[in-house]
């Protein structure tokens, strides 16, 4: 796979936790329904690389939409094909993924 996202940002886990206590971050998650309902980090919402839809990926003001999923695999998948429906704005994902999150002991919705 060649990604066509000319920079693309990783948000680690002290940043991500900082963007999503102050509300400059709204993650989006692209696991499966599945994995998210058994697990997810608190606040994120679902948009699953199945059915990806950039469109869907919410523009809010102030606000930074960063990509996650398991691992960083998938979340880089997404922004490639966030970057090619003209999706310019999208430039983040979490490299570390619900593994290291909930592998470091951090909150964890389900």
């Known amino acids: ?42 606040g994120s919402v679902l948009n699953p690389l199945q059915k990806f839809d950039p469109k869907a990926l919410p523009q809010v003001p102030g606000k930074r939409v960063v990509l996650s999923c ?14 090619k429906a003209g999706r310019d704005d999208v430039r983040a994902h979490y490299p570390g993924g619900f593994l290291e999150w909930s592998n470091a002991g951090e909150e964890v919705e389900v």
């Open 70 to 83: 398991r691992s960083g695999k998938r979340s880089l998948t997404a922004l490639d094909l966030a970057h």
């Open 1 to 42: 796979m060649t990604l066509t996202v000319t920079a693309v940002e990783n948000v680690y886990r002290d940043e991500l936790k900082k963007g999503l206590a102050d509300g400059s971050i709204l993650l989006v998650d692209v696991r499966e329904p599945n994995e998210y309902a058994a697990g997810r980090i608190p």
